[in-house]
């Protein structure tokens, strides 16, 4: 508060008014033409009162209004978030229920031009409605916005790309805009208030003008949203054209007609293909148009489908719920085009407006080439996908980022294994949970996704084999990951499992369960051996260490002995490795060994901390053990 004291007694000397004990209150007093901060969208510099400017700005603000800073507080389903968003299109990916759309909820609650939002316990943190919630923005505001028109003073603060700091008068510190802070709280008593707060302590009522000026849009995934643009009571278009008996003139009109014969052939291939879909999910058919409003709807919404039942055209409204979902899904589906997708957000991302978006769509994902992306995981960290070192799983597995815990594992035998464990330890399917099991595609570019994925502090997992190498890098990166990333002690999946198998019992373990690659397996080792027999009892009595054999079998591995050998046989034997476990079937056969011959208790002191590192992110109890 001294600083921000000195900082008005400075701008009280300058504009020479009298010394008064709170010097907010002669600011307020001061006709917003005559103390502005105005703000030209086309220049760096900014000049108050005909003074160079004191903040010393030295980037030009952008001509739309702009988040610099998001707080959230106890709002819905987050307890805390703080968020630095981009100008230009924001696209925040991540699984179901980890709070994204929440966060487009809180800037649309802040920013809001109307104040009849109506609060239910359920947009507080757990329900704890005494603690109430906050929702604070850092913007950057044009002159448009109204800002400095207001009956009382709203000062700007100064952005130094981090947060708002106080202004100063001398211009002793560089920042990059003038910014102000604008917050919207929720009550215990269930009333929002909106404020702006002043660089002194104080805050200021933030009016409906100004929200209203910033032009917040939204683009949903309902019919809401064009409600302005259909005769809907009460539109704007409704109360430009203000002729209040058009809706029954036109209603009268439109019962008399065949809504059908009007359409186009287009339209009525359409109709006929949407009539076909129905069929064949079990709805109701024989689709058609007529008037299915009811009191108080508009003429754009007396429209709608309709359908045969007992030989009498029903709107579809009259049917049940399940039924009526089902329709909307269809009809959806129908009209899920990937090319408008990209074609939108092409616009987006080329617009002049900040712009915050949230989807499940690859081919939205695809097309955000010039986007900041954003993860949110299953513990509701936000954090930035560094696109140059991510682009090439975006495009290869785009379910990476769409899930609420993604596992990178090393290879595609390591995706079967830890798919079969996680399986067994967490209930119900694992997509369905939002977990998502990846191939990182070798050891090295398994590093390289996992440290780009945790740049941004954010919770991804990790099932990978220990071949020595970058131990500087796998160990900064367990200690940021911690049991979400399983390393094995040492050496790879196969070699920890083979080497635990009884040497009476290998021979069963050699064999595959469909029978389809038992010969194969032996094939490869009694190459390795120079065996021209090829049955398990002479490769047993040939090999000096059999568990040693079936390793490099399995892995793909050239034996020492045989490294002068043709690259077309050592091209064979690295091929060797994919007769055996290199699938991710072959993963999956390799988790179920590891409980049929009891090797499950050598191996859970490493495996249960990364299995229940994943259950907590699912919010259930720790296992001690697996069946």
């Known amino acids: 508060m001294v600083r921000s004291c000195n900082v008005l007694e400075r701008l009280r000397t300058i504009l020479g008014l009298p010394h008064v004990g709170r010097y907010c209150w002669a600011f307020q007093r001061i006709s917003p033409p005559t103390l502005v901060f105005w703000v030209d969208s086309n220049r ?3 000049r108050v009162f005909g003074r160079s400017n004191p903040m010393n700005t030295t980037s030009p603000l952008p001509a739309a209004p702009s988040i610099r800073l998001l707080r959230i507080s106890r709002f819905r389903g987050i307890e805390s978030l703080t968020w630095r968003p981009d100008h230009g299109l924001n696209v925040i990916l991540g699984g179901g229920d980890v709070c994204k759309t929440t966060i487009l909820e809180a800037i649309a609650m802040l920013l809001s031009p109307h104040n009849a939002t109506a609060l239910s316990d359920a947009d507080y943190w757990r329900r704890e409605v005494e603690k109430g919630f906050e929702i604070e923005a850092v913007m950057v505001l044009p002159a448009a916005s109204g800002i400095n028109r207001q009956s009382k003073q709203m000062w700007p603060w100064a952005w130094d790309g981090q947060d708002a700091q106080l202004p100063t008068i001398d211009g ?5 805009a003038p910014v102000y802070r604008l917050r919207v709280r929720g009550s215990p008593d269930f009333e929002l208030t909106h404020e ?3 660089p002194d302590g104080d805050t200021e009522h933030l009016p409906v003008s100004v929200r209203r000026a ?12 064009d409600r302005d643009l259909r005769l809907v009571q009460g539109s704007s278009l409704d109360r430009l054209l203000f002729d209040r008996s058009l809706r029954a003139r036109l209603g009268q009109r439109l019962a008399a007609s065949d809504v059908e014969d009007q359409l186009n052939e287009d339209g009525k291939g359409k109709l006929s293909q949407l009539d076909a879909a129905f069929q064949k999910r079990a709805l109701p058919a ?3 148009l007529g008037l299915t409003g009811g009191q108080g709807f508009s003429i754009g919404a007396l429209i709608g489908l309709t359908a045969d039942k007992d030989e009498v055209q029903l709107p579809l409204a009259s049917w049940g719920a399940g039924t009526r979902r089902l329709a909307s899904l269809e009809i959806a589906a129908a009209c899920l085009e990937p090319y ?8 987006l991302q080329t617009g002049p407006s900040q712009v915050f978006l949230t989807t499940h769509s690859a081919a939205a994902i695809s097309s955000a080439t010039e986007a900041s992306l954003w993860y949110m995981d299953a513990a509701g960290s936000i954090g930035r996908l560094p696109r140059p070192r991510i682009a090439r799983q975006q495009a290869r597995d785009p379910e990476t980022f769409l899930a609420r815990l993604t596992v990178v594992a090393e290879g595609a035998a390591e995706v079967g ?17 939002g977990i998502w099991i990846t191939e990182g595609q070798g050891n090295s570019s398994s590093l390289d996704l996992l440290e780009a994925l945790a740049e941004g502090g954010l919770m991804f997992g990790g099932f990978v084999d220990n071949e020595g190498t970058s131990p500087t890098r796998w160990a900064a990166l367990r200690a940021k990951l911690g049991p979400l990333l399983f390393q094995w002690r040492t050496g790879c999946l196969e070699e920890n499992i083979i080497k635990l198998v009884p040497l009476d019992q290998l021979g069963a373990f050699t064999q595959d369960p469909d029978g389809e690659r038992t010969g194969d397996r032996c094939r490869t080792l009694a190459e390795r051996l120079g065996l021209a027999q090829k049955d398990f009892g002479s ?3 040939k090999a000096p260490d059999l568990a040693a054999l079936i390793i490099g079998a399995a892995t793909g591995s050239i034996p020492d002995n045989m490294g002068n050998v043709r690259n077309s046989e050592k091209k064979a034997l690295r091929n060797h490795g994919t007769h055996w476990f290199k699938s991710v079937d072959g993963g999956r056969e390799l988790a179920q060994k590891v409980f049929a011959f009891g090797i499950w208790p050598q191996l859970k002191g490493q495996l249960l901390p990364f299995l229940n590192a994943v259950r907590k992110l699912e919010n259930l109890p720790e296992l001690t053990d697996l069946s």
Not at 172 to 176: E, G, N, P, Q, R
Not at 418 to 431: K, Q, T, W, Y
């Open 539 to 541: 490769i047993k009595a």
């Open 340 to 347: 408008r997708q990209r074609v939108l957000i092409g616009r």
């Open 44 to 46: 760096s510099a900014r």
């Open 417 to 433: 294994f830890s798919r079969s464990l996680l399986e067994r330890a967490i209930p119900g399917v694992l997509h369905d949970r």
């Open 286 to 288: 024989s689709l058609g």
């Open 214 to 225: 910033i032009g917040l849009v939204r683009l949903g995934g309902d019919d809401r949203n």
């Open 196 to 198: 702006a707060f002043q």
């Open 172 to 176: 002793a510190s560089k920042v990059d």
